[in-house]
């Protein structure tokens, strides 16, 4: 059974920097796509990054983060992260790490909709005063 832990979260001021991580433990050979989600109070969970698990090249982001975040993995670790450049009090939040497993030689791409993922961590918490 595959579990997701997340990390690092923490209050920082606008312009700030933080890096999430995410570990994944149990079963993680049907590892396909990884994705940071947020939700902030009163608003709708949304997608900030996915990222190709096995491979690590293909990624995607939101446009309300490109060429602020960055999203990465470590398969050695198991670990996921997300690098968080120039913070805005936009991007409080509830970080959510998340995991979709498929068959092996399923195939296909990696989407930032929560519907596909099927494993969610509990969550870590940033804040950003102004």
């Known amino acids: 059974q595959l579990q997701l832990v997340e990390s690092g979260g923490a209050s920082v001021h606008s312009g700030g920097s933080l890096n999430l991580s995410c570990a994944a433990s149990?079963?993680?050979?049907?590892?396909?796509?990884m994705a940071w989600f947020r939700q902030a109070p009163g608003k709708e969970r949304e997608g900030v990054a996915t990222i190709y698990y096995p491979g690590g090249g293909t990624k995607y982001y939101a446009d309300s983060v490109k060429g602020r975040f960055t999203i990465s993995r470590d398969k050695t670790k198991n670990t996921l992260y997300l690098q968080m450049n120039s913070l805005e009090p936009e991007d409080a939040a509830m970080y959510y790490c998340?995991?979709?497993?498929?068959?092996?030689?399923?195939?296909?791409?990696?989407?930032?909709?929560?519907?596909?993922?099927?494993?969610w961590g509990q969550g870590t918490q940033v804040t950003v005063a102004s």
């Open positions: 998340a995991a979709e497993e498929r068959p092996p030689d399923y195939g296909g791409a990696c989407f930032l909709l929560s519907s596909k993922y099927n494993k």
């Open positions: 149990g079963s993680t050979a049907r590892i396909y796509c």
